[in-house]
């Protein structure tokens, strides 16, 4: 079974709005990260925030914040005013226990200008 | 600077030969992972290692072997059990197997011929 699941192949959001990406997640854990990754056209992969299962508080990092909903076993991202270099994949991906960590399919971000 | 190298950056190889690619990191990590991307889709586990002289099979093990004799290397080992090896390999690393994000290298695609 897909321990991470994001629901969204492609996504489009106009140029300085808001857009949330969703994660669902599957782990008989109590203690697990949950992290957001960006990955340009270029390959590279670029961390973007982390949530542990124990922080009560959602994690934010400048303009990226994560919707932390443990009971329904969410972790969305959002992101704030959207930029054209904001157009990449992101990944949601989350670290077990016993350190095994699993991505989701991704989401394609397309910034409309 | 600190980072993960991995090479070769391109390689091609033609069908049934085994392949070995470098991963080298030298921020004093404990945990390294290998993944598998196919085009458009999200990564998936070989292997990962949480320490030296320890590694453990992902979700996608099968046709793949590593080996972890020193902290700094974790090199994979595409062989020619894998039946369908054309693909882009990122290899990353973290401080320990359960605390921080992953830190990627840059990639190595592999073309099989």
């Known amino acids: 079974a897909q321990k991470i699941t994001q629901t969204q192949p492609g996504m489009f959001v106009q140029e300085k709005e808001a857009v949330t990406l969703d994660c669902t997640y599957d782990?008989?854990?109590?203690?697990?990260?949950l992290f957001w990754y960006k990955q340009p056209s270029s390959g590279e992969m670029i961390f973007l925030i982390y949530?542990?299962?124990?922080?009560?508080q959602n994690a934010t990092e400048g303009r990226y914040s994560l919707n932390f909903q443990k009971a329904r076993k969410s972790a969305n991202l959002v992101i704030s005013a959207s930029q054209l270099g904001d157009s990449a994949m992101y990944f949601c991906?989350?670290?077990?226990?016993?350190?095994?960590?699993?991505f989701g399919d991704g989401t394609t971000l397309t910034v409309k200008p | 600077d600190g980072g993960i190298t991995q090479s070769p950056k391109y390689l091609f190889r033609k069908e049934g030969q085994n392949v070995t690619l470098s991963c080298e990191q030298n921020?004093?990590?404990?945990?390294m992972y290998w993944y598998r991307q196919d085009p458009g889709q999200g990564l998936r586990l070989i292997y990962y290692?949480?320490?030296?002289?320890?590694?453990q099979k992902g979700d996608i093990a099968e046709g793949y072997s590593v080996s972890r004799e020193k902290k700094e290397s974790f090199p994979l080992t595409v062989t020619s059990a894998q039946k369908n090896p054309t693909a882009f390999y990122l290899c990353?690393?973290?401080?320990?197997?359960?605390?921080?994000?992953?830190?990627f290298g840059e990639g190595s695609r592999l073309t099989v011929l």
């Open positions: 990353a690393s973290r401080w320990r197997a359960n605390t921080g994000e992953l830190f």
């Open positions: 782990t008989s854990d109590q203690s697990y990260g």
């Open positions: 949530q542990g299962s124990y922080d009560e």
């Open positions: 991906a989350m670290r077990e226990q016993a350190g095994k960590s699993t």
């Open positions: 921020l004093n990590h404990d945990a």
């Open positions: 290692s949480q320490i030296v002289n320890d590694f």
